[in-house]
């Protein structure tokens, strides 16, 4: 397994582009099933998740071509249509779920692996029952047999309904508003997740012929058609990578311009560095972020749905409270198990308590370099980032998770002044 070899503390200062949003193109890829006519796919970014659903299509039938060094693809429907989607390429990626729905809206049938780190029962948090319940209220049958797969199919068209989630999810409303395209008669959604990756989901498919509309702050409401048209789209960009770069140059007096994302996304995200002492200053698509000579603490800080801050970010604004001045706290109310990589970050000589769901932070650390290895996609992030601000060397193992959700990081962070190479 690749690793990687960090030299610090270094100062981050020069140009970033952010990369497409991994989390609005999986399901953009996905809902491609829904389609007779062929789908042209911008801005895709290059991260070993995007690869896996690539293959996962192409494994059920579609046509992949690419253009522009894989960042842009048109997928074709073939007449090679199949329905098995296999536990060698969903056991890496949760989002593989999501060809569940379409398949059952678009051919009736279908048979798929339990995803990667998921559970029926919810233990793991971030249970998949919440889209079969709801897929189920549209029609679809299913059966979870030998091998942990879920044999679904549907008496015809799924039909349109008026449910509501138990629960926020973003993964399940995805599913949900794809699935409901093709369904006879009028579907409505209620406490739906508003996060921009459902958003811009709900605009490639109204690009396409979709009825989609917002009714209410969290209500969304689609109205079937019978078949969707040819499109061209480009994703939007990735609002935890630019978020991940904007801590990256807070956290060591950096100077960073970030391009390609629209700064009003991460509000949130970018009002809090403006606490830790940041001086931020955004124009259309670019980010201008400079690190203070100290980090102010953050007392208390709570992740929640859209607009609130994002779990995906927790642990990478956990590495930048390490060295603020004072103790802060996170609270984590989405993932269970969002915390795995603080052990790893107390090996660099974080001051971390971990009780229950809430992570007490003892500032004014000095980071250390150490061997450290990553237990998922933002914990790897966290890690590298702690280990361009350690003084010494540090040894990132497992990066197979970051290559799941960051394009390049390494030579975008060495193109601005850091010092990491990657070990095979």
């Given at each position: ?169 973003v993964g399940a409303s995805q599913h949900l508003i794809m699935s409901s395209i093709l369904s006879n008669g009028k579907t409505t959604l209620h406490n739906v997740a ?7 989901l709900i605009n490639f498919l109204n690009s396409a012929g979709a009825n989609i509309k917002w009714v209410g702050k969290r209500i969304c409401q689609i109205i079937g ?17 630019a978020g991940t770069f904007c801590v990256a140059a807070t956290l060591n007096k950096g100077n960073l311009l970030i391009k390609g994302f629209d700064p009003s996304l ?159």
């Amino acid at each position: 397994m690749d690793k990687f070899v960090i030299k610090g503390p270094s100062i981050l200062k020069g140009q970033v582009l952010i990369s497409g949003s991994k989390n609005s193109a999986l399901p953009i890829l996905a809902s491609t099933l829904l389609f007779d006519k062929p789908v042209v796919i911008q801005n895709l970014p290059r991260v070993r998740d995007i690869d896996t659903m690539l293959n996962l299509l192409k494994s059920l039938g579609s046509k992949i071509e690419f253009f522009n060094n894989k960042k842009k693809v048109r997928i074709t429907k073939t007449k090679k249509q199949k329905y098995f989607a296999s536990y060698s390429l969903l056991k890496t990626m949760r989002a593989g779920i999501l060809v569940l729905g379409p398949l059952v809206s678009k051919y009736q049938k279908s048979i798929v692996s339990f995803p990667g780190g998921c559970v029926l029962n919810g233990n793991s948090g971030r249970p998949i029952n919440l889209h079969l319940s709801a897929l189920q209220k549209l029609g679809m049958k299913y059966k979870i047999k030998k091998g942990g797969y879920i044999y679904a199919k549907s008496n015809g068209k799924l039909k349109g309904k008026t449910l509501k989630f138990q629960t926020i999810s973003v993964g399940a409303s995805q599913h949900l508003i794809m699935s409901s395209i093709l369904s006879n008669g009028k579907t409505t959604l209620h406490n739906v997740a508003t996060e921009p990756e459902v958003v811009d989901l709900i605009n490639f498919l109204n690009s396409a012929g979709a009825n989609i509309k917002w009714v209410g702050k969290r209500i969304c409401q689609i109205i079937g058609v019978n078949s969707l048209k040819e499109t061209n789209y480009t994703v939007m960009g990735d609002r935890i990578e630019a978020g991940t770069f904007c801590v990256a140059a807070t956290l060591n007096k950096g100077n960073l311009l970030i391009k390609g994302f629209d700064p009003s996304l991460i509000k949130t995200e970018l009002d809090l560095l403006k606490k830790t002492g940041a001086k931020i200053k955004t124009v259309e698509d670019t980010i201008h972020i400079k690190g203070p000579q100290k980090i102010t603490k953050i007392k208390h800080l709570v992740t929640k749905e859209y607009s609130g801050f994002p779990t995906d970010l927790a642990p990478i604004f956990m590495v930048l409270l390490c060295k603020a001045s004072g103790r802060s706290s996170i609270t984590e109310n989405i993932f269970q198990s969002r915390f795995m990589h603080a052990m790893e970050l107390q090996r660099l000589g974080a001051k971390i308590l971990i009780k229950k769901n809430k992570a007490v932070i003892e500032g004014n650390t000095n980071f250390i370099g150490a061997e450290v290895m990553s237990s998922d996609l933002r914990a790897s992030a966290a890690l590298i980032l702690a280990g361009v601000s350690a003084k010494g060397t540090t040894v990132v193992s497992r990066i197979y998770h970051c290559d799941r959700g960051y394009e390049s990081i390494e030579k975008k962070l060495n193109k601005v002044g850091a010092s990491i190479r990657r070990l095979n």
